[in-house]
């Protein structure tokens, strides 16, 4: 299953941890989280990231969005090619910046183009800089039968896996459902879902922090979940679990104005064995512009 700008991602990876309904010993933190907070720039160069490292992270803030969107290397040369004098191209790139890959083989391209040097050395000094990471935001609601006296941590697939690769390279995000069921998070709030049938309560925990993601262009983004606690790229996820994952595609841009993609999860209790939950869906939405 693919679809465009919308990806799916899955979290945990907690070692050692404690018995169901207890807090955690000896955890073992992600090889990316960072003294006070991981939040607060990019996080490390890592591969494998606990979610749970996240929490408290900051959300990211609300992007503001201009009149106009920044130009295009394509708007550009379309400008060029309409007979747009210098002095009114390299002014738009000046209040509305460009989205555009800015390297040294697209500039020749420009060239190649007919575009004059004046406006090739604005592109390269009023272009969004490269996009190199993106604020990752994961809620996952737990739909209990009894809403807040759902009390249960057990899930048969414990974990809850997102692989994205990144140029030669995989990003894998990973969360255990028992831990973030036993514990209470910064962004742990019961969420009103009743709709005129059916009266529903849903406990939503919440994530977020920024990742690197360093490669621009088309990739597809996997989602599953796992009885496996170390699973570290794809080429680790059981037969089992790869056939029921989902494959996402999405094209992430050299640079654009906003990089923000949050990922929604929803667990439902079993009707019969309320001690259990399942993974019922998930959605991930990219926001570039």
């Known amino acids: 299953m693919t679809c465009n700008g919308i990806f799916f991602l899955t979290a945990a990876l907690l070692s050692h941890l404690g018995s169901a309904g207890a807090a955690p010993r000896n955890v073992e933190p992600s090889p990316a989280a960072k003294p006070g907070g991981p939040a607060a720039s990019v996080l490390e ?4 990231f606990n979610i749970v490292d996240w929490d408290g992270g900051k959300l990211p803030k609300v992007y503001e969005r201009s009149a106009q969107l920044p130009l295009s290397l394509n708007d550009v ?3 060029a090619a309409g007979k747009f004098g210098d002095e009114a191209i390299i002014r738009m790139l000046q209040e509305r910046r460009c989205a555009c890959d800015a390297s040294v083989d697209a500039l020749l391209e420009l060239k ?3 575009v004059s040097q004046a406006v090739v050395q604005a ?9 190199r990471s993106l604020d990752l935001v994961i809620s996952l609601d737990f739909e209990g039968l009894g809403g807040e006296s759902a009390v249960s941590t057990r899930a048969r697939l414990r974990y809850l896996y997102l692989i994205i690769p990144d140029g ?8 255990n459902l028992q831990t973030i069921l036993a514990r209470r998070w910064k962004r742990d709030s019961m969420v009103d879902n009743t709709d005129l049938l059916l009266p529903k309560k849903v406990r ?3 994530f977020a922090a920024r990742v690197p993601l360093k490669s621009a262009g088309a990739r597809s983004a996997l989602v599953f979940a796992s009885t496996k606690p ?10 089992g679990d790869r056939k029921s994952a989902l494959e996402f595609a999405f094209n992430y841009p050299p640079s654009s104005p906003e990089r923000l993609c949050t990922l929604q999860v929803l667990y439902r ?10 993974l019922e869906r998930s959605h991930f939405d990219c926001e570039w512009e």
């Open 230 to 239: 170390d699973i570290y790229t794809a080429a680790d996820i059981p037969a």
């Open 269 to 278: 209790q079993d009707a019969l064995l309320p001690d259990q939950w399942h």
């Open 45 to 48: 160069d890592g591969l494998v």
């Open 168 to 175: 030669d390279r995989e990003r894998v995000f990973v969360g």
């Open 112 to 114: 190649k183009a007919g």
């Open 204 to 206: 939503r925990v919440t």
């Open 77 to 79: 040369s379309k400008l």
């Open 123 to 131: 592109v390269s000094l009023h272009s969004l800089p490269p996009n």
